[in-house]
């Protein structure tokens, strides 16, 4: 017996009118002002973001009259109003995502009318676009989802914002133009955010621009909030019971994780460094690569498209830092191949060697729904069997320093690379202990005397003593190696691991933490 197929969510029912050119122009010029209007009374102190959205509103202010004025005068066009549900919880779950990243790492909210400027962008350029190839535009919450997958993953910092524009209008023409038949249905081919959001990473690492991004502080911060895997987690659950989309979340952490274990068991380091599964990889994993659009539709299409995203994390990551790239792309670069494969995986599953193998077959006495909850109940097992492991959640002992410390000593592969980027990190951000232990593994081991006396100069002024020490050895001719304790105005710093800021700094709290995290003789302290 063939399986059902998992099927796009239903359009709602759509009221439909028709504009003249000139009420079409109208609702589009909206737009255009709105952009304007925030580019004058809200961006004036920034200059770049101000100038790249009042050019962008003037660009649809001029394609608009080109199409309204010449091209349709006379004519009439299409407005469908169409609210998708997939669009608005989409949205809703994301902006759930971002309120909350956003209170910790503040800059997010700083860029909330550059979301906003998307935003309008998005509504005016998706209309025009329409109206010119089909006369027809469907208005909904259609861009909200696309404008805030961005935001969740990269956008550009002030000084190059006018390419956020370029990436937002790559997504609706992928959309527009990018398209095939599934199900006998036409549609299009790629996720509309993960496009835009692949095609900008393959460029900025083939011109090594990744510093015009806040792409690298996006995929650090999304850890500072408390409990943020379980968070994610909750956020996800309301489009897996609609949309039928937890296998593929389900299979794509489950193989990242297994992976992790085992590359874990076989070398005794942590192949992310400070999770099994990285932060902005588990959010890819719930509300980016599963697009009920774009992905399969039967229920073994989607776990293995699953494990697919799962593999081609790793390997990505894996690739980058291989070249000397930022890891971060990982979870960007795979979605549009994926895509690509949703219709192969489709046939495959409903072939009669595998459909015998697919869980719809299993359980196709359930009503979709019911079967929706019988795999969400399999994924929370899963995700409380992972996160009471350990390795997944706010305390994986990847983040600490004392691990590295160890796995250096012991000669564990990449095990003093770590080390080094945690030590540099918490020098930059004025931890003089730190410093002083960068100098001597650039001392040392990386037989990089410069450097070494840099980071020696820096724990100095930061007033660690034995930095000073092992500097003027080193001016001497001698080679350094002082060592001391870290001290109380340090642990703020070096306790953080991948979270954000310690916030409270008592010193019996700041000892306790380090205990936790095994740092010597801490604990003999806290006790007292």
């Known amino acids: 017996m063939a399986t059902a ?16 050119a000139g009420r079409a122009f109208l609702l589009n010029a909206g737009f255009s002002a709105g952009l304007l209007l925030l580019s004058l009374l809200v961006l004036q102190d920034r200059p770049v973001p101000r100038a790249s959205a009042a050019a962008a509103a003037l660009v ?6 080109l199409l309204f004025g010449i091209l349709r005068r006379g004519q009439t066009v299409a407005l469908e109003i169409r609210p998708r549900r997939q669009h608005y919880l989409q949205a809703c779950q994301q902006g759930a995502v971002i309120l909350y990243w956003g ?7 700083h860029a909330a009318p550059l979301v906003a400027a998307q935003l309008l962008f998005a509504y005016g350029f998706d ?8 006369r027809r535009f469907a208005l909904g919450f259609g861009p909200f989802p696309i404008i805030f997958s961005i935001t969740l993953f990269l956008w550009f910092k002030d000084d190059w914002f006018y ?6 209008a790559i997504g609706f023409l992928a959309k527009e133009f990018l398209r095939w038949t599934r199900d006998g249905a036409n549609t299009h081919i790629f996720n509309p955010s993960s496009f835009p959001l692949a095609v900008a990473s393959a460029l900025l690492l083939l011109t090594r621009a990744s510093g015009t991004t806040w792409g690298f502080e996006v995929a650090t911060t999304q850890f500072y909030p408390p409990q943020m895997y379980l968070a994610i987690f909750l956020a996800g659950l309301p489009a897996q019971y609609l949309f039928g989309v937890t296998t593929m979340t389900l299979s794509a952490v489950a193989t990242t994780f297994v992976f992790s274990a085992i590359y874990y068991a076989a070398t005794g380091t942590f192949f992310f460094s400070d999770s099994h599964v990285p932060i902005a990889v588990f959010l890819g994993m719930h509300l980016l690569f599963t697009d009920p659009a774009t992905s399969p539709r039967t229920d073994l299409g989607r776990i293995v498209y699953g494990v697919l995203y799962g593999l081609a994390t790793v390997l990505a990551y894996d690739w980058l830092l291989r070249w000397g790239m930022p890891g971060f792309y990982d979870k960007l670069l795979p979605v549009p191949l994926l895509n690509l494969s949703a219709r192969f995986l489709d046939r495959a599953a409903r072939s009669p060697l595998l459909r015998r193998v697919d869980p719809a077959a299993w359980l196709r006495a359930l009503a979709p729904r019911r079967r929706h909850l019988a795999y969400m109940s399999v994924w929370a097992a899963a995700f409380g069997a992972m996160s009471a492991s350990g390795f997944l959640g706010d305390h994986h002992p990847g983040q600490w320093l004392p691990f590295w410390q160890r796995a250096c000593a012991a000669g564990v592969r990449h095990g003093c690379e770590d080390l080094y980027f945690l030590d540099d990190g918490y020098c930059e ?6 410093c002083n232990e960068l100098g001597l593994l650039l001392a040392g081991r990386y037989a990089n005397p410069g450097r070494a006396a840099t980071s020696f100069q820096r724990a100095c002024d930061l007033g660690f003593a034995p930095g000073c020490d092992n500097l003027a050895a080193m001016t001497q001719g001698a080679s350094p190696s002082r060592r001391g304790a870290p001290r109380l105005a340090d642990y703020p710093v070096i306790l953080r691991g991948s979270k954000g800021p310690i916030r409270d700094r008592e010193p ?21």
Do not use: N
């Open 163 to 168: 390419l956020q524009f370029a990436m937002v």
């Open 103 to 109: 209170y910790y790492w503040r800059e997010v909210y």
């Open 127 to 134: 209309s025009l676009l329409s109206w010119t190839h089909r």
């Open 508 to 528: 019996a709290q700041l000892y306790a933490r380090a205990c936790l995290q095994g740092w010597p003789d801490t604990c003999r302290i806290e006790r007292r």
């Open 5 to 20: 197929p998992v099927h796009a969510p239903a359009a709602a029912p759509a009221a439909e009118t028709s504009l003249s």
């Open 429 to 434: 951000d004025g931890s003089g202990w730190a």
């Open 60 to 65: 649809l202010l001029a394609w608009s009259g």
